[in-house]
Nanobody, 118 residues
Framework: VQLQASGGGLVQAGGSLRLSCAAS????????MGWYRQAPGNQREHVAT???????NYADSMKGRFTISRDNAKNTVYLQMNNLKPEDTAVYYC?????????????WGQGTQVTVSS
């Protein structure tokens, strides 16, 4: 499985961005995809995840501002980010998790930079 993230960029505080992450390769029907972020000097943190069934989980600080969604037909997950704040500046990483009878899969994308100016 390979992940290709896109959609990052520079935006002013209060603005919006939409990140996309497309998965390719041998995709298991049952999987979880999500977004994590890492700011300089900080550990990588969870932003939001969504299962193939549509169940979502958000970090508390992102609730109400960020929305995760997915298109299973396109094996793509999205992160709509609204009312962005300077503290949202980070590299955002896409992640894919799946479990098969024989193995577990934990795949990370290359990251996309989000910069929010004040």
């Amino acid at each position: 499985v390979q992940l290709q993230a896109s959609g990052g960029g520079l935006v002013q505080a209060g603005g919006s961005l939409r990140l996309s992450c497309a998965a390719s390769g041998s995709i298991f029907i049952l999987n979880t995809m999500g977004w994590y972020r890492q700011a300089p000097g900080n550990q990588r943190e969870h932003v939001a995840t969504i299962t193939s069934g549509g169940s979502t989980n958000y970090a508390d600080s992102m609730k109400g501002r960020f929305t995760i969604s997915r298109d299973n037909a396109k094996n793509t997950v999205y992160l709509q980010m609204n009312n962005l704040k300077p503290e949202d500046t980070a590299v955002y990483y896409c992640r894919y998790n799946a479990v098969s009878p024989l193995s577990q899969y934990d795949i990370w994308g290359q990251g996309t930079q989000v910069t929010v100016s004040s």
